[in-house]
DNA sequence: GTCAAAATTTAGGTAAGACTAAATTATTTT
DNA sequence: AAAATAATTTAGTCTTACCTAAATTTTGAC
């Protein structure tokens, strides 16, 4: 019942691609997986005939997780999410630098690892990104973020997550807007929906672009 | 360049079972690789014919490393033993639970985490069993440890390396004999060869089938 | 509704690395 | 020195997961 890294990678993909309700397109598995499209196909025809099927999966109309191929796809996101929030707790790398290596990681380590270093971080709920991790029952907790862009006048709040486009993230880092930051919104421009929000003593204006890609805890 | 798992750990077990000066034969292979002879000459075969050779390989005469090879193997075995220690140091891992886990992480690290891990735990030269890791310029360091067996009344050492066994170990567990203590020899008997040393408060007498597998740094 | 472009699938191959069964070579025993 | 036993190698398969090229299906522009 052990799956191969390559299963891993495939289901934990259609995941997080039919994520928004629509089904993994062979292309664009082809595209995260760094595969060609054909490989795809055979793959997905394989996972969808295993018993149990770990996947949905109708010509042309793209993959979805059985609930079994769920089950696995969260234990592999579990995996890599904890390893990132470790590598940085306690190697000291940076928010940039966890991916390639929980990337490989993810696929080897014992569940005996997996809950040492959950106890080791006090059990966390999100990675340093900001991503929820999936429970140790292999459920994935409710978001009960909102988006910063959805603020107006006033309001503060605490910045859970942001999107994961290293171009972003550079920006982002550079302002100091990153998870765990306590922020106030104090302009909201109707014209162009720009936010003007406070960290600390600095202040910035933001656009649209930029605020719905980022995700915060608001204060009641 | 980079080797698959498989031929790492091929490369890992030639150099220890090729340590004593003898190549490692085939069936030796097959036993700790835990695969067939027939797959064993097949791959040592394989990795005799790679550019740059690996393996030095005559039929019927067993596999040595060439200095490619060697270089291969003592990565590997840098990472498996940093890893260990590593392992034990930040997760609470015992001595018995870390191979496996190792075992596994050695072949997906990346040349970083191996620098991160290094400089954490202060680059250390032996991991918990006691066992030399290779230098980050993949020497093997020179083993100035002396066995048990050869000290004699009056001398003191310190515990360095114990054989890996898994029932000797579980035994010199129970004594508290464990690399790191402190231990003095207070009798030798000519006969059998047994030594009286004293830990602590506490006295044990050890014969020459446990003395020869303890290996201690003497205090002049 | 037709037709070209884009996406997807099929068919046929390759490379690793394992296995089994049979053949060969080496080592012991007599 | 021959026979028996043990170790090793060869030959032929299998599985996994990729690839390319060609065929097919779906979609979007007119
Ligand atoms: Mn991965
Ligand atoms: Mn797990
Ligand atoms: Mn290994
Ligand atoms: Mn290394």
């Not at 999410?81 to 190697?91: D, I």
């Not at 104090?186 to 162009?192: A, N």
């Amino acid at each position: 019942m052990k799956k191969s890294t390559s299963t891993q990678d495939y289901l934990k993909h259609i995941y997080e691609l039919s994520e928004g309700g629509e089904p993994a397109s062979t292309n664009d598995l082809a595209r995260v997986l760094k595969v060609k499209p054909a490989s795809v196909t055979g793959m997905v025809q394989k996972l969808a005939n295993e018993k149990p099927a770990l996947v949905e999966y109708q010509k042309h109309q793209g993959a979805t997780l059985t609930p079994v191929g769920k089950k696995a796809a969260l234990e592999v996101l579990r995996h890599h999410r904890l390893l990132e929030t470790w590598l940085v707790q306690t190697l000291g790398y940076s928010w940039a630098e966890v991916h390639e290596e929980a990337e490989k990681l993810e696929h080897v380590i014992s569940e005996d690892f997996e809950r040492r270093i959950a106890a080791a971080l006090g059990n966390p709920t999100r990675d340093p990104h900001g991503e929820l991790i999936p429970t140790p029952d292999l459920k994935m907790p409710q978001d009960d973020s909102a988006s910063l862009s959805s603020l107006r006048s006033g309001q503060s709040a605490t910045i859970l997550r942001v999107n994961e486009d290293p171009n972003l993230l550079r920006h982002l880092d550079e302002l100091g807007l990153i998870p765990g930051i306590r922020l106030m919104v104090t302009g909201y421009s109707p014209l162009d929906n720009n936010l003007t929000i406070k960290v600390e003593k600095k202040s910035f204006v933001l656009g649209l672009n930029i605020t719905t890609k980022i995700f915060v805890e608001v204060e009641k």
